[in-house]
């Protein structure tokens, strides 16, 4: 076995020399909260909190461009330009560092005496000292560097006068919101599989591992891949190729799988990590709730029962079945299956693939000679493949009869079926995720936490704030917990006012569930008779 050579950026020389993966690596590891999200929710939730404290600021976050001559907020920058002047005056420093030490200085940060109250151009200990406490709590990988986003987080800051109090009580609840996750203290270290732990059943599954992994190109790493294809094997979904490149998906899969294993939720691929996927991988390890029965579907520590309903109520809502196919209506070139994954947004394309990879001839048998048509355009463009989606319209945008028949054929097959199960894993996780964060045992619970992750994708930060502050009131008003139903109530009327959606559709489904019956889309649903949905079983295997 190979040793391990993935530090701060995995990297196998013989294999990637002169390539860009260390960049990619970094780029990604630079920032472990997320594409910025919960930093951007800090920055909305400041400007939102200044605008309440200064009703003359209605600029929103115009001002960083100039965009009025005359502006209380550019005032409070150019305060911020003299803290630099009269720290600086007559000297060459760095004004940039200069610059985010006055903004830390007016936000109350204490960077000590040297210059001007402590801004003097020199990055010194308290200045560092300082800027981590500030990144940290804004949401930013604490670098101790003035990066471009450190210094737009400390305009925003500057130009509404916030002060330390407030940045890091903002950071603090949407961060509560987002359940970032905290690395442990202290933690055994990890070590490589030794010869006598190599039994041949455990080299036999790091065989089948290393076979998932096809060519890796110049841009890859075949140690990164093996940890695609570890992640993979154990439950962990990624609609991308195993490559050996970085991604959003698998540096996510990584935080969960650290989660999952004990260790520090970094999402850095360090030698604990990597020799842990191995030692799991060895062991034919899954991931904690995600073992599917192969008969039915399920979760171990999800009832069928629950998981069923949910799948089927949902799948209703959407106008889906497992052989459900709609057109161009909505410019999307092809929808199908339970949740109507399509070709336009690209959540139709893993699907068929692992068709084609899993079951060739079935396949084959099912589109015929419009078999090769199919596998050419899974290997084509997005814009190419969206285009063949609309080629296969009718004027009035449905399927051709030709094309429909066989979609319906493959959605009635048992191995299809399996597969759409499959990838609806990542909304059952969501859906469990959401029952323990709000204490939802029963089954309509289970059901409700399903269409949100379905239909929103999460409870989005500012609803989950709305959500405790409404229970909190509620339990003081009436001097009790409330009971689940109630709290249901609170959670969906949430949902729907922070929904990107059409808001009174998105009620009117969690109000249905809630009830047990309603009308969606001008269907009638009795959900406790029809799917025998119950406050009183739990969702939880006994």
Same mark, same amino acid.
């Given at each position: 076995?190979?040793?391990?050579?993935?530090?701060?950026?995995?990297?196998?020389?013989?294999?990637? @020399?002169?390539?860009?993966?260390?960049?990619?690596?970094?780029?990604?590891?630079?920032?472990?909260?997320?594409?910025? /999200?919960?930093?951007?929710?800090?920055?909305?939730?400041?400007?939102?909190?200044?605008?309440?404290?200064?009703?003359?600021?209605?600029?929103?976050?115009?001002?960083?461009?100039? =965009?009025? !001559?005359?502006?209380?907020?550019? +005032?409070?920058?150019? %305060?911020?330009?003299?803290?630099?002047?009269?720290?600086?005056?007559?000297?060459?420093?760095?004004?940039?560092?200069?610059?985010?030490?006055?903004?830390?200085?007016?936000?109350?940060?204490?960077?000590?005496?040297?210059?001007?109250?402590?801004?003097?151009?020199?990055?010194?200990?308290?200045?560092?000292?300082?800027?981590?406490?500030?990144?940290?709590?804004?949401?930013?990988?604490?670098?101790?560097?003035?990066?471009?986003?450190?210094?737009?987080?400390?305009?925003?800051?500057?130009?509404?006068?916030?002060?330390?109090? %407030?940045?890091?009580?903002?950071?603090?609840?949407?961060? *509560?919101?987002? %359940?970032?996750?905290?690395?442990?203290?202290?933690?055994?270290?990890? /070590?490589?599989?030794?010869? @006598?732990?190599?039994?041949?059943?455990? /080299?036999?599954?790091?065989? +089948?591992?290393?076979?998932?992994?096809?060519?890796?190109?110049?841009?890859?790493?075949?140690?990164?891949?093996?940890?695609?294809?570890?992640?993979?094997?154990?439950?962990?979904?990624?609609?991308?190729?195993?490559?050996?490149?970085?991604?959003?998906?698998?540096?996510?899969?990584?935080?969960?799988?650290?989660?999952?294993?004990?260790?520090?939720? #970094?999402? /850095?691929?360090?030698?604990? #990590?990597?020799?842990?996927?191995?030692?799991?991988?060895?062991?034919?390890?899954?991931?904690?709730?995600?073992?599917?029965?192969?008969?039915?579907?399920?979760?171990?520590?999800?009832?069928?029962?629950?998981?069923?309903?949910?799948?089927?109520?949902?799948?209703?809502?959407?106008?889906?079945?497992?052989?459900?196919?709609? &057109?161009?209506?909505?410019?999307?070139?092809?929808?199908?299956?339970?949740?109507?994954?399509?070709?336009?947004?690209?959540?139709?394309?893993?699907?068929?693939?692992?068709?084609?990879?899993?079951?060739?001839?079935?396949?084959?048998?099912?589109?015929?000679?419009?078999?090769?048509?199919?596998?050419?355009?899974?290997? &084509?463009?997005?814009?190419?493949?969206?285009?063949?989606?609309?080629? $296969?319209?009718?004027?009035?945008? @449905?399927?051709?009869?030709?094309?429909?028949?066989?979609?319906?054929?493959? &959605?009635?097959?048992?191995?299809?079926?399996?597969?759409?199960?499959?990838?609806?894993?990542?909304?059952?996780?969501?859906?469990?995720?959401?029952?323990?964060?709000?204490?939802?045992?029963? =089954?309509?619970?289970?059901?409700?936490?399903?269409?949100?992750?379905?239909?929103?994708?999460?409870?989005?930060?500012?609803?989950?704030?709305? $959500?405790?502050?409404?229970?909190?009131?509620?339990? @003081?008003?009436?001097?009790?917990?409330?009971?689940?139903?109630?709290?249901?109530? $609170?959670?969906?009327?949430?949902?729907?006012?922070?929904?990107?959606?059409?808001?009174?559709?998105?009620?009117?489904?969690?109000?249905?569930?809630?009830?047990? *019956?309603?009308?969606?889309?001008?269907?009638?649903?009795?959900?406790?008779? +029809?799917?025998?949905? !119950?406050?009183? +079983? !739990?969702?939880?295997?006994?």
């Amino acid at each position: 076995m190979s040793s391990f050579t993935i530090e701060k950026s995995p990297k196998r020389e013989e294999i990637n @020399k002169g390539n860009n993966f260390e960049n990619q690596y970094d780029q990604l590891a630079r920032n472990p909260l997320g594409d910025s /999200k919960v930093h951007n929710e800090i920055k909305h939730e400041m400007v939102n909190q200044s605008l309440s404290k200064t009703p003359r600021i209605d600029t929103g976050m115009g001002f960083l461009q100039k =965009e009025k !001559s005359v502006n209380p907020l550019e +005032e409070n920058l150019k %305060e911020r330009d003299n803290y630099v002047v009269r720290g600086t005056f007559g000297r060459k420093i760095d004004k940039i560092v200069a610059k985010g030490q006055a903004s830390l200085v007016l936000a109350g940060y204490d960077l000590g005496e040297y210059g001007y109250k402590g801004v003097d151009g020199v990055k010194g200990e308290l200045t560092k000292k300082a800027l981590l406490e500030f990144q940290t709590a804004v949401g930013l990988k604490p670098t101790g560097e003035f990066d471009q986003d450190t210094m737009k987080a400390l305009d925003l800051v500057t130009a509404t006068k916030l002060t330390k109090a %407030e940045i890091e009580a903002i950071g603090k609840k949407v961060m *509560q919101g987002q %359940e970032i996750e905290k690395p442990s203290l202290k933690q055994p270290e990890i /070590k490589p599989l030794s010869p @006598k732990e190599l039994t041949p059943e455990a /080299k036999k599954r790091l065989a +089948e591992r290393d076979e998932k992994i096809g060519k890796i190109g110049s841009k890859g790493n075949y140690q990164y891949a093996q940890v695609e294809a570890s992640l993979e094997m154990m439950g962990y979904k990624n609609d991308k190729p195993i490559d050996g490149q970085p991604d959003r998906q698998t540096f996510e899969n990584i935080k969960q799988f650290q989660k999952d294993t004990g260790l520090p939720v #970094t999402g /850095k691929l360090d030698p604990d #990590t990597y020799y842990m996927l191995e030692r799991k991988t060895a062991e034919e390890w899954k991931r904690p709730g995600l073992g599917y029965n192969s008969l039915e579907i399920g979760y171990k520590v999800i009832s069928k029962e629950a998981l069923k309903a949910a799948t089927e109520i949902t799948a209703s809502f959407e106008g889906g079945s497992y052989s459900a196919i709609a &057109g161009n209506f909505d410019n999307q070139g092809l929808s199908f299956g339970l949740v109507q994954w399509n070709i336009g947004q690209g959540t139709l394309q893993p699907l068929l693939r692992e068709m084609a990879e899993k079951h060739p001839e079935k396949l084959r048998e099912i589109f015929g000679d419009k078999t090769d048509e199919l596998l050419k355009m899974l290997n &084509g463009t997005k814009e190419e493949q969206l285009d063949w989606a609309k080629s $296969i319209n009718t004027p009035d945008n @449905k399927i051709e009869n030709s094309w429909k028949s066989c979609f319906i054929k493959l &959605g009635q097959t048992a191995d299809f079926q399996e597969i759409q199960r499959n990838h609806l894993s990542k909304y059952y996780d969501k859906a469990f995720e959401i029952c323990n964060k709000y204490g939802l045992k029963s =089954e309509v619970g289970f059901a409700l936490a399903y269409d949100i992750a379905i239909q929103n994708g999460s409870v989005k930060s500012k609803a989950h704030v709305q $959500i405790q502050n409404e229970i909190d009131k509620e339990q @003081k008003k009436l001097g009790r917990e409330l009971t689940e139903k109630e709290k249901m109530q $609170i959670i969906a009327n949430a949902v729907a006012d922070h929904s990107t959606r059409a808001k009174e559709d998105v009620r009117n489904r969690k109000m249905t569930i809630i009830n047990q *019956q309603g009308t969606v889309h001008g269907k009638r649903y009795d959900l406790k008779k +029809e799917y025998d949905l !119950s406050y009183e +079983e !739990s969702w939880k295997v006994n």
